[in-house]
């Protein structure tokens, strides 16, 4: 079983609608919780991070973590067909800085 | 330049051949890391510099990858006697390691990767 698990997609859904993106994990020692996103051919994009429990928003994204659940989410409002992409979780401990990676979900928002 | 880069962009070689992938992390970035991607899956961690010395390089799957960062800047990741099942994307990233007001800084910025195929 993977660290962390990240259902492959695709998703797809209008323009305009309200995406929900998630990661389980089983390492009690993730601290830090990060949402990539990445475009063909292109490396990962840092969107957002957070540390330990708790909701973060910027713009049209909000990160929560359920640290009781091992369980994190990404929601983006009013998606639009440039949020086309593939959306990479990553989590780290403080104790060691390497990134452990979800497999991603690619998302497809239709105009 | 303002972002990481890598050369070269895409690499093809031959089952058994040595190939050296280059990474330049953004200015000021003092550690480095490298992370390889298969179709269809997230990175994966290989190696780690805090400046010129690999402070953890558990990820490196066997001893023909190896890593150098000389002078606390580029970074170049070598890999012997190639096998078809090195094919990837690697990737390269820097980040700081402290930011005035904590030792750990999560945010590491991605270079666009070089797209090794062994043929």
């Known amino acids: 079983q993977k660290e962390v698990e990240q259902d492959p997609g695709p998703l797809s859904v209008p323009e305009g609608a309200i995406v929900s993106l998630n990661c389980t994990y089983s390492?009690?020692?993730?601290?830090?919780f990060m949402w990539y996103r990445q475009y063909s051919r292109k490396g990962p994009e840092l969107l957002m991070y957070?540390?330990?429990?708790g909701n973060k928003e910027d713009g049209r994204f909000t990160a929560q973590v359920d640290k009781s659940s091992k369980y994190i989410s990404l929601f983006i409002r009013d998606s639009q067909p440039s949020d086309s992409a593939t959306y990479l979780c990553?989590?780290?401990?403080?104790?060691?800085?390497?990134?452990?990676f979800g497999s991603g979900t690619r998302l497809q928002v239709q105009p | 330049g303002a972002g990481v880069s890598q050369t070269p962009s895409n690499k093809v070689t031959e089952k058994g051949k040595y190939v050296e992938l280059r990474c330049d992390p953004i200015s000021g970035h003092t550690a480095l890391y490298w992370y390889r991607q298969s179709l269809g899956q997230g990175p994966e961690f290989l190696i780690y510099f805090q400046g010129t010395g690999a402070a953890d390089d558990s990820g490196l799957p066997n001893d023909r990858f190896f890593a150098v960062r000389p002078e606390g800047s580029v970074s170049t990741l070598k890999i012997q006697r190639t096998e078809r099942g090195d094919s990837a994307v690697y990737l390269c990233a820097s980040s700081l390691t402290f930011d005035g007001r904590t030792l750990f800084v999560p945010q590491q910025f991605f270079g666009p990767g070089t797209r090794l195929t062994v043929l």
């Open positions: 390492n009690s020692a993730f601290q830090y």
């Open positions: 990553a989590m780290a401990d403080t104790g060691r800085r390497a990134l452990t």
């Open positions: 957070t540390y330990s429990s």
